[in-house]
Every structure is written in structure tokens, then in C-alpha cells.
């Protein structure tokens, strides 16, 4: 057990390591920029003395350090600056987002787990049949196919020619729990769809490749139900891969919302990112991009942690 | 090349469907100029008109030819993806070859630094430079090269890290070849298979994330056709249930499921050639 949490705190340790770094990063592609904030924002018509003033408010006059400081120090107490656009509170703006894409990100969680899971396993157990090779074809294209083709064609059967959904997700603060699964749902559907072939091949291969192994054939050899060794005598063993393929889609999960957000009109934290790049808001989207590779960065550790915690072999070791 | 064409009969249906997938987007993209009715950029009638004899597949949002447009963006999108995927290679390529030859503090510094470029999303990161940097068609693909580079180098330093060790690398180095010569006549060569594959997958990724960054309009910018901002475009069509914006979002799809039945096959085949 001793061995275990000694690997857990290394990769916690090594975890918050990238975490910082990634901040660094983050906070230093701006400093490249060719130029000067300041300059960039005010552009080539304002006076020496301006930029002078601007500089000494936005504090662009201390050194890079100490600015790092007063920024990562900020995030971590939720305060986020000022957007350069409007002048507004950037807490303010992602707030309601966040929880918009945390929300829809979840929801497509919820379905495609379940789905790649139950989906992989039957593959599994029925492979090689007719079954095995539609879901892998199905997998094999749902990977190749861009996002917002996927959405658009979902739109286009759906919403426009049957109607059941509407083809634009509008959700405010005030929407109720159901009206707002409702809405969601065919992004979320999207969601599923780019994420669930990578779960659902990985977990018909971990099953498949444990079936060879010797202590499944004599599970077999005893008379036991397909059903039963599968569910019994693979699944425990295959758990650590499949965690940790479902704990690296999600993290995927989080970041491909940018795309979908978009094409559906989303109010989410990915919609303000790409409006922000394109208004070249470099204080929202630092601030956007900080939050998004956080959270992939904690979903990346958790699989690791998950993976090491769930592997049988590690939980009795010698 | 008669060679080929026995190599090409003795395919799977869907590497040969690939192979003529893969052959007519490259025509397309060469003879562009010829194929379309129309200029890339020639505003030929009134806006989104429907599809007629004129106008094979309509006009779109400013009234240029959709088909031609089409044509184009064949050319635009896919050589700008392909000039990426290669440019990934020689750079992840060379440093991976590099790290794994030369080991030491080199391969350390190489490969902690992909480490980190690594932990953050590629989207997200992509996305932060284009607004540092502004979007423009060599920041794209300098961008995209090196976010993508990262994946090539992990594995060309895998593949190179198990020919390193081989006896006939270190007779070569006994004789006093210099690291390009090794580079270059020894290990390349054998890492060259697994690689070729990674190149289809990567060019596949590098397509997909170009066309998704234009989709957002922060990739390639307009006027010029291309794949991913045409969908963007023309895309309250499809609310009337027209499916003209569908077809570069389809044309897209279509090119990455053929390279990847390519890749699948040519796997197949040069694991089956080793055993």
C-alpha cells in the first residue's frame, strides 16, 4: 500500500510541477509579442505619453517577474483582470460560461461513457461478427470526420428536417434543469460522437487482449457463461487501461466543446475564447486558455492516478 | 511501375478506394486552374443561388461559384496541410533521430521540453499564439508544425532508440562514420517504415486541425477558398435544409477516411513483411 501512495504523490508532485509551468507559458507567449501591449492596443496614433500612462495602468512597467506574480496570484483568488475589448471584469464574463461548458461537457459524458463502454464490451464478446465490424467502421469514420461536419449533419436531420431538436442550444442563467438537457442535447450528441470510438476500440482491445491470457481459459474450461468471464474474470483486469482511456477523452472532451460550442451557438467558455482570438483580447483568452489547460492537465493526472490505483497487480503487491 | 500496379491488384478494396480517393484530390489540386468554370475569388452572380446548369452547386454567401470555389480549396487547404505535416516531420523528425543518436543531456533537454508542449491542449495552445502572433497563412503553419512535431519526435526517437542499440550502428561508429552518415544510412532507413505510417495519421490531424481553426475563422483567411471557412460561411443553408455548406465539410471527411484505409493497409503490410 506504501508503494502505492508514493507513486500517487509523484505524480501529484509532478502534476502541479506542469501546472506551473503551463502557467509560465502561458503568461510568457504574450511577453513575445512583437511589440507592445500597450502600443498594440492603443495603435500607431497614440502619443509617447499615452502609451507612457497606459503602460503604468495596465502595469506593464514593473519587470516580467513580479508581473507573473501578480497575475498567477490573481487567477489562483479568482481575480482575472480586465478585459482589453470592454473594460469589463473577465471573472464576470467566464463565470456563467464555465459552468455552461463544464455542464455540456458533463452531459456528454454521462451518455458516451456508458455507451462506448457497454458498446466495447459487446464487440468484444461478439467479435469477429457482423456487430464487431459495423461498430468498428463506425468507430474507424467517426474519428476521420470533422467536428462541425458532425454537428451540421446532426442539424440537418435532427433539427431541421425532423425537428425534434432545435439546431441552436439558447441557455441562459434562468433556464430549468430539463428545458437546459434538452437544449443541450444534440451538442452534447456531437460530443459523444467525436469521443466515443477511441473509448470503445480501447476497451474491445484491453477485453480481447485479456482473453488469451491462461487464467481466462480455465475460467472458460470450467464451464463458465461468456457473459460471466467477461464480466468476472476480464473486466476487473481490463479496468486500469479503460479508466484511463475514459479519463484522457474526457480532458479531449473539454477542449473539442471549442468547435461545438460554436457551431451551436453555445454561451460557453469555448464561444469566448474564439470571439476573444479574433477581437485579439489577449487578457480573456490568457485567462480562457489558463482554465482549459488546467482542467485538461487535472484530467490528464487523474487518469494517471486512476490507473495506478485501479491496477490489481499494484493494490497486492509483494 | 509495373511493380505498383501488382502491388495496387493484390489490395484490399478499401486501400485501392483510398489509393483513388487520395490520386483525385492531388489531380484536382494540380490542375485547379483548368477544372474550375469559374476564378477562385470572381463574383458570378446573386448570392446563394440554388444548384442550376450555370451553377453546377449554387453561389454562395457573396455569389461566387460554389463548385469552384471547391476546386480551389482543394489546392488551398490541402497543400497548405500537406506543407505543415512536412515541415512537422523534418522538425520532430530530425530532433527525435537526434535525441535518441545522441542521448545524453541533448535527448533530456529534447524531450522535457516536448513534455510540457505536450500537457496543454493543441487547440487551446494554437489558439493563444494566433491571437499573439494575428492569424496569418505562415503562422498557421508554423504554429500547427510545431504543436504537431511534438508527437513525430516521441516517436521517431522510440523507433530510433530501438536501432541505436544494433550491432551494425555501433560497427559504424567503430569505423569512425559522423552523426549524419549514422543518421543517415543507418538508422533512417529502418526507422523509415513506422514512420511513413505516422506521416498519413499526422497529415490527417494537421488537416483536421487546420480546417477546425478556419471553421472558427482563425485559420486560413478569406478571400481564399478554402475547406474548413466555406463551411463557416454558407452554414444558414443548412437551417433551410440545403445541404451545399455540407459538401467541403464532406470533402474534408472524405480525403481523411482514404488516407487512413491507406495507412491501415500499408501497416498491415509492412508488419506482414517483417514476420
Known amino acids: 500500500m506504501g508503494k502505492i501512495l508514493v507513486m500517487v504523490a509523484q505524480r501529484l508532485a509532478l502534476g502541479l510541477l506542469t ?149 441552436i442550444s439558447n441557455i441562459g442563467p434562468n433556464t430549468e434543469f430539463f428545458e437546459r438537457v434538452y437544449r443541450s442535447l444534440l451538442p452534447a450528441l456531437t460530443l459523444t460522437l467525436v469521443v466515443m470510438a477511441h473509448m470503445m476500440r480501447m476497451t474491445r482491445a484491453a477485453i480481447i487482449n485479456l482473453m488469451a491470457s491462461p487464467y481466462i481459459e480455465m475460467a472458460r474450461l470450467k464451464g463458465l457463461t461468456p457473459r460471466r468471464v467477461i464480466l468476472h474474470h476480464a473486466l476487473p483486469n481490463a479496468l486500469s487501461p479503460i479508466i484511463n482511456v475514459v479519463a484522457l477523452n474526457l480532458a479531449y472532451l473539454v477542449v473539442g466543446v471549442v468547435v461545438v460550442e460554436v457551431v451551436f451557438v453555445y454561451p460557453g467558455l469555448g464561444q469566448l475564447m474564439v470571439d476573444s482570438v479574433s477581437k485579439r483580447d489577449i487578457t480573456v483568452v490568457q485567462a480562457c486558455s489558463l482554465i482549459f489547460a488546467a482542467t485538461y492537465v487535472l484530467l490528464n493526472l487523474t487518469a494517471d492516478v486512476l490507473s495506478i490505483v485501479s491496477n490489481p497487480r499494484l493494490m497486492h503487491a509483494r | 511501375m509495373e511493380a505498383a500496379l501488382k502491388l495496387l491488384r493484390s489490395a484490399p478494396a478499401t486501400a485501392i478506394f483510398g489509393v483513388t480517393v487520395i490520386v483525385t484530390y492531388v489531380l484536382v489540386a494540380i490542375f485547379a486552374h483548368w477544372l474550375a468554370p469559374y476564378g477562385e475569388t470572381q463574383i458570378v452572380g446573386a448570392e446563394y443561388l440554388p444548384w442550376s446548369d450555370q451553377y453546377l452547386l449554387g453561389t454562395d454567401n457573396l455569389g461566387r461559384d460554389m463548385l469552384s470555389r471547391l476546386i480551389f480549396g482543394a489546392r488551398n487547404t490541402v497543400g497548405i496541410a500537406f506543407l505543415t505535416t512536412c515541415l512537422a516531420f523534418l522538425l520532430g523528425g530530425l530532433t527525435g533521430l537526434l535525441a535518441a543518436t545522441l542521448r545524453g543531456w541533448v535527448d533530456q533537454l529534447f524531450s522535457r521540453a516536448i513534455d510540457v508542449l505536450m500537457a496543454i491542449p493543441a487547440l487551446i495552445f494554437a489558439l493563444l499564439i494566433l491571437t499573439v502572433v494575428g492569424t496569418s497563412i505562415p503562422a498557421l503553419v508554423c504554429v500547427i508544425a510545431v504543436l504537431e512535431s511534438t508527437r513525430v519526435y516521441r516517436l521517431a526517437r522510440a523507433v530510433a532508440m530501438n536501432i541505436v542499440v544494433m550491432d551494425f550502428v555501433e560497427v559504424a561508429r567503430l569505423r569512425g562514420e559522423g552523426l549524419a552518415w549514422i543518421i543517415r544510412r543507418e538508422i533512417l532507413p529502418n526507422a523509415l517504415p513506422p514512420l511513413v505510417a505516422e ?50 465539410a464532406a470533402a474534408i471527411a472524405l480525403l481523411t477516411v482514404g488516407v487512413n484505409f491507406v495507412v491501415d493497409w500499408f501497416l498491415h503490410k509492412t508488419s506482414g513483411l517483417k514476420t
Open chain 1, 19 to 167: 501546472l506551473f509551468i503551463v502557467s509560465l507559458i502561458i503568461f510568457l507567449s504574450v511577453e513575445l509579442l512583437p511589440g507592445d501591449l500597450a502600443q498594440e492596443i492603443l495603435g500607431q496614433g497614440a502619443t509617447p505619453e499615452t502609451v507612457a500612462v497606459f503602460r503604468h495602468q495596465l502595469g506593464l512597467d514593473l519587470p516580467a517577474h513580479i508581473r507573473y506574480l501578480h497575475w498567477l496570484g490573481g487567477m489562483l483568488q479568482g481575480d482575472f483582470g480586465q478585459s482589453l475589448a470592454n473594460k469589463r471584469d473577465i471573472a464576470e464574463l467566464i463565470s456563467g460560461r464555465l459552468g455552461n461548458t463544464l455542464f455540456l461537457a458533463g452531459l456528454a459524458a454521462v451518455i458516451s461513457v456508458p455507451l462506448a463502454l457497454t458498446l466495447g464490451i459487446l464487440a468484444a464478446l461478439y467479435r469477429n461478427t457482423f456487430f464487431d465490424r459495423a461498430v468498428n467502421v463506425f468507430a474507424l469514420s467517426s474519428v476521420s470526420f470533422p467536428e462541425f461536419f458532425i454537428a451540421y449533419v446532426l442539424i440537418l436531420f435532427l433539427a431541421v428536417q425532423l425537428g425534434w431538436f432545435p439546431s
Open chain 2, 199 to 248: 506521416f498519413g495519421l499526422r497529415f490527417c490531424f494537421v488537416f483536421l486541425f487546420i480546417s477546425a481553426l478556419s471553421f472558427l475563422g482563425l485559420g486560413i483567411q478569406p478571400p481564399t477558398a478554402d475547406w474548413g471557412s466555406m463551411v463557416r460561411e454558407n452554414a444558414t443553408l443548412i437551417t433551410f435544409g440545403d445541404i451545399t455548406p455540407l459538401l467541403p
